[in-house]
Antibody, heavy 122, light 107 residues
Framework: EVQLVESGGGLVQPGGSLRLSCVVS????????MDWVRQAPGRGLEWVSR??????????EYAASVKGRFTISREDSKNSLYLQMNSLKTEDTAVYYC?????????????WGQGTLVTVSS | DIQMTQSPSSLSASVGDRVTITCRAS??????LAWFQHKAGKAPKSLIH???SLQSGVPSRFNGSGSGTDFTLTISSLQPEDFATYYC?????????FGQGTKVEMK
């Protein structure tokens, strides 16, 4: 059974940092791209970042709203995905989801975790 | 960036109703469109990819269609477990973008 479990959320002050983790099971992480997606309170889903797999040199993509502040990374040997979030702003307050990306011709997010809440507030 | 616009933003329906949600892209995205179902406090669920291909395990009452800029998600006979918010997402180009969501509520 495919499972993704996020952790690391919490309350942080504006300008602070936080590192989110996503531990996966039921599939081989090294075979897949992975995404982070967030949902701010009362808002819709917003794609945040993607990391490709080793076969594609672990290259990354970011939304403009987080580029230069957030860094996506992975440790395939630990079945783990990370999101390092620096210089946090109040507008980064959201539930953050990790998602597995399946590439079979095209690349889509097919399994998601239940999310971890990040609150940026003074 | 490609803007995705869903309509309606919300709708009220009864069990057994046929429900249609539309999604329009600000520029052509071929068929690089996915649909997701999201219930509060739960993990989003992938329903459809490539505009019309059902994910494994998704009931056949869900149907996706369209290409280019205009897409549709249809639920042929709404079931109690289908009350949720639905999102389209384009993956033709980065940044990946979602529609604003359509909340399907019980009438």
């Amino acid at each position: 059974e495919v499972q993704l479990v996020e952790s690391g959320g919490g309350l942080v002050q504006p300008g602070g940092s936080l590192r989110l983790s996503c531990v996966v099971s039921g599939f081989t992480l090294s075979d897949h791209y992975m995404d982070w997606v967030r949902q701010a309170p009362g808002r819709g889903l917003e794609w945040v970042s993607r990391t490709r797999n080793k076969a594609h040199s672990f290259t990354t993509e970011y939304a403009a709203s987080v580029k230069g502040r957030f860094t996506i990374s992975r440790e395939d040997s630990k079945n783990s995905l990370y999101l390092q979030m620096n210089s946090l702003k109040t507008e980064d307050t959201a539930v953050y989801y990790c998602a597995r990306v399946y590439c079979g011709g095209d690349c889509i997010s097919d399994y998601w975790g239940q999310g971890t809440l990040v609150t940026v507030s003074s | 960036d490609i803007q995705m616009t869903q309509s309606p933003s919300s709708l009220s329906a009864s069990v057994g109703d046929r429900v249609t949600i539309t999604c329009r892209a600000s520029q052509g995205i071929s068929n690089f469109l996915a649909w997701f179902q999201h219930k509060a406090g739960k993990a989003p669920k992938s329903l459809i990819h490539t505009a019309s291909s059902l994910q494994s395990g998704v009931p056949s009452r869900f149907n996706g269609s369209g290409s280019g800029t205009d897409f549709t998600l249809t639920i042929s006979s709404l079931q109690p477990e289908d009350f949720a918010t639905y999102y389209c997402q384009q993956y033709n180009s980065y940044p990946l973008t979602f529609g604003q969501g359509t909340k399907v509520e019980m009438k």
